[in-house]
């Protein structure tokens, strides 16, 4: 039995940095992941947007490795999001479950995808939490602007939120690429299987667009807090040229009828 461990330890890593930093065995790399052979059956899997992973590593082992890998991150966590997951080896034919898989034989490519999948759940996990903080926040305003009829958010604020929106939404984009089977299942019954099982094991797909519905419904309310504190804004102004043309009204009118408190 394999044990997997994948742990959302950063907002980003540094993948360059990080292959100066570490000089293993390098297995596969490229601009989003770095696979290395640490020893017999040992791999550890580096993801750019802040996920390492680790094949037949001991709990105990692993932090020693996280801290290694700290000075390259964006942002490195004192608490870690994680997620484990079991590869048993020897059966008579393919079986994903919910925490394990049954495989027939444990090829380097074949563990790569399971970590690969594994480490995209975590990511996922880690990503909703921060939707939903997002949504939670935006709830709250949204019922103080329902008891009070006004918001309780500058502008300024407000499009800080907006660009953390943005933001997120972007780096989901750029990183997770659910909707895609790697390049190494497309000319390989037995990985493409392995992926699509565990894509649906995992729920990848629901949880992915779960979370996009939920930066959308955060996104249209901010949009709506934007446009109202646009309209305030602009009410604010033209009460004040309302009252500057009254001021010069007055003025004029005090020239003409009294001139004699202009001395």
């Given at each position: 039995m394999q044990k997997v461990f994948s742990y959302q330890v950063a907002d980003s890593i540094d993948l360059r940095l990080m292959k100066t930093v570490f000089k293993g065995e390098l297995y596969y790399s490229d601009?989003?992941?770095?696979?290395?052979?640490?020893?017999?059956?040992?791999?550890v899997y580096i993801f750019k947007y802040g996920v390492v992973c680790f094949l037949n590593?001991?709990?105990?082992?692993?932090?020693?490795?996280?801290?290694?890998?700290?000075?390259c991150c964006n942002n490195f966590f004192d608490k870690t999001l994680s997620e484990e997951f079991l590869v048993e080896t020897g059966a008579k034919e393919i079986k994903v479950g919910y925490n394990k898989i049954e495989v027939i034989k444990a090829?380097?490519?074949?563990?790569?995808i399971v970590m690969l999948n594994v480490s995209q759940s975590v990511a996922l996990d880690y990503y909703y939490d921060q939707s939903v903080a997002m949504l939670?926040?935006?709830?709250?305003?949204?019922?103080?602007?329902?008891?009070?009829?006004?918001?309780?958010?500058?502008?300024k604020r407000l499009k800080k939120y907006?660009?953390?929106?943005?933001?997120?939404?972007?780096?989901?984009?750029?990183?997770?690429?659910?909707?895609?089977?790697?390049?190494?299942?497309?000319e390989d019954e037995t990985l493409n299987k392995i992926d699509l099982e565990m894509k649906k094991t995992f729920d990848l797909q629901d949880r992915f667009r779960n979370?996009?519905?939920?930066?959308?419904?955060?996104?249209?309310?901010?949009?709506?807090?934007?446009?109202?504190?646009?309209?305030?804004?602009?009410?604010?102004?033209?009460w004040i040229v309302i009252i500057l043309i009254l001021i010069e009204v007055l003025h004029l009118l005090i020239i003409n009828f009294f001139p004699g408190l202009q001395k």
């Amino acid at each position: 039995m394999q044990k997997v461990f994948s742990y959302q330890v950063a907002d980003s890593i540094d993948l360059r940095l990080m292959k100066t930093v570490f000089k293993g065995e390098l297995y596969y790399s490229d601009a989003d992941e770095l696979f290395y052979r640490t020893g017999d059956h040992r791999f550890v899997y580096i993801f750019k947007y802040g996920v390492v992973c680790f094949l037949n590593y001991t709990e105990e082992e692993i932090p020693a490795f996280l801290k290694t890998v700290s000075p390259c991150c964006n942002n490195f966590f004192d608490k870690t999001l994680s997620e484990e997951f079991l590869v048993e080896t020897g059966a008579k034919e393919i079986k994903v479950g919910y925490n394990k898989i049954e495989v027939i034989k444990a090829t380097v490519e074949i563990l790569r995808i399971v970590m690969l999948n594994v480490s995209q759940s975590v990511a996922l996990d880690y990503y909703y939490d921060q939707s939903v903080a997002m949504l939670n926040e935006t709830n709250y305003h949204t019922s103080i602007l329902e008891k009070k009829g006004s918001l309780d958010i500058s502008g300024k604020r407000l499009k800080k939120y907006i660009g953390k929106t943005l933001l997120l939404k972007n780096r989901i984009a750029q990183n997770l690429y659910i909707f895609d089977s790697p390049p190494e299942t497309w000319e390989d019954e037995t990985l493409n299987k392995i992926d699509l099982e565990m894509k649906k094991t995992f729920d990848l797909q629901d949880r992915f667009r779960n979370i996009h519905e939920g930066l959308n419904i955060v996104r249209d309310n901010l949009d709506l807090f934007k446009d109202l504190l646009q309209y305030k804004h602009s009410t604010t102004l033209e009460w004040i040229v309302i009252i500057l043309i009254l001021i010069e009204v007055l003025h004029l009118l005090i020239i003409n009828f009294f001139p004699g408190l202009q001395k």
